[in-house]
């Protein structure tokens, strides 16, 4: 019964995405409206609850990290099981490429989320997610070294404005930690590398894979990773003085909850995916990055001059810029293979296209690849 209601309500709005028939245009409007502000609601939500977790009750970020895929795991195998395969239907890794990609993927994730995470027991929200923001340049850099990727002049402008912005910031922050800063950085560098290695290994062969093929095949590999690194961190004895001090239910209380944000973080992104584009949804991650920040010095005791304020505020403008100016690379070469980029033919098209972005990249084109990341 499940099945058949999921059935026709994904239906009905997919229907509504291609050509506005099956429900009003103010209607479909409204829900793309209410899906992008509970992405960006639910990705600050999560990076504030992880600082919360990492800081005080729970200082062990890779166990909690291993047990948010978990949780993806058997979300991703739920969808599986109960979607219908309009939404969703898991990939067949039958080659070569398939392989590979699913074989790096954990790699990066350990190297991109694991270490962010990391990170958050040493610095601030404020500090983490203004290094974070320095990705774009991060992936620029790899991007040219590797694959000898020139970026644009608008765009080009605007990272040099993110690097001073980032560089501003986080030199005049009273709260700079140097192993915090480190391992941030790290986990920028681990996410640039990932996105471009995965472009250079697959050699032009393009894997399509959903969100949830990735959560589904590559959410345990990771755990090989996470778990002996956890365990040589020390985190067992910290999951036992938590317990004793907060109490069991409290700790799995928590664990549970973070595992159902990483899930529904996914899993509401892809939603709103599928009704307009992965373009789209890469022009949102600036805003996630500055709410992030803002409600962090209401919630934190984080302490700012005025010279990282106007880091800040440089940083987040040259980030949005850019991601504006990718969007409309992005629509301008959609709009020269089809002729409109905002037509109901295209939405149809490429709709199992953009169902079907990859977590690290589905091309030679790196970029595009890193507009494409769900980053839990």
């Known amino acids: 019964k499940l099945h058949r209601v999921v059935s026709r309500w994904t239906a009905r709005v997919q229907m509504a995405a291609r050509s506005n028939g099956s429900l009003p245009g103010w209607l479909y409007a409204m829900v793309v409206v209410v899906l992008l502000v509970v992405c960006v609601t639910e990705s600050v939500i999560f990076s504030v609850f992880n600082k919360y977790l990492f800081s005080g009750p729970l200082k062990a970020s890779l166990f909690v990290t291993a047990t948010h895929q978990v949780s993806c795991f058997l979300g991703a195998t739920f969808v ?3 979607s219908p395969p309009s939404f969703y239907k898991p990939a067949k890794l039958n080659d ?9 993927i954990p790699f990066a994730f350990v190297m991109n989320i694991g270490m962010n995470n990391l990170s958050l027991q040493f610095t601030t929200l404020a500090l983490n997610q203004l290094i974070r923001a320095f990705s774009p340049v991060a992936i620029s850099i790899t991007s040219f070294l ?7 002049i608008p765009k080009l402008t605007t990272l040099i404005f993110l690097v001073a912005g980032v ?6 922050s009273p709260d700079f930690d140097m192993l915090g800063f480190l391992i941030c ?3 920028v560098l ?7 290695m995965t472009a250079f290994v697959m050699g032009g062969k393009t894997v399509k894979l959903h969100v949830f093929d990735v959560l589904l095949y590559a959410s345990l590999p990771s755990l090989i990773v996470l778990l002996p690194w956890s365990y040589a961190m020390g985190e067992v004895e910290v999951l036992k003085e938590a317990i004793e001090t907060n109490g069991t239910g409290v700790i799995v209380g928590l664990i549970l909850a973070g595992g159902a944000l990483a899930f529904t973080y996914n899993l509401f992104c892809t939603l709103f995916i599928k009704l307009t584009s992965s373009v789209y949804y890469g022009v949102t991650g600036g805003f996630r990055c500055a709410m992030a920040i803002l409600i962090s010095f209401f919630i934190f005791p984080q302490k700012i001059t005025a010279i990282g304020i106007a880091g800040i505020c440089v940083a987040m403008t040259a980030f949005i810029a850019n991601s504006f100016f990718t969007l409309n690379e992005k629509l301008a070469a959609r709009k020269r ?9 295209n939405e149809h098209e490429e709709e199992d296209e953009e169902a079907q972005k990859p977590l690290l990249g589905d091309s030679v084109r790196s970029e595009d690849a890193s507009k494409k990341v769900l980053i839990a």
């Open 167 to 172: 560089v501003m910031g986080v030199a005049a």
């Open 80 to 82: 599986a099981l109960m």
């Open 337 to 345: 293979k089809h002729g409109s980029p905002l037509s109901a033919k």
């Open 96 to 104: 070569r490429a398939s392989f590979l990609k699913l074989m790096i």
């Open 185 to 187: 950085a790290g986990s």
């Open 146 to 152: 590797i694959e000898g990727k020139v970026q644009s």
């Open 190 to 196: 681990g996410q640039s590398l990932g996105i471009v």
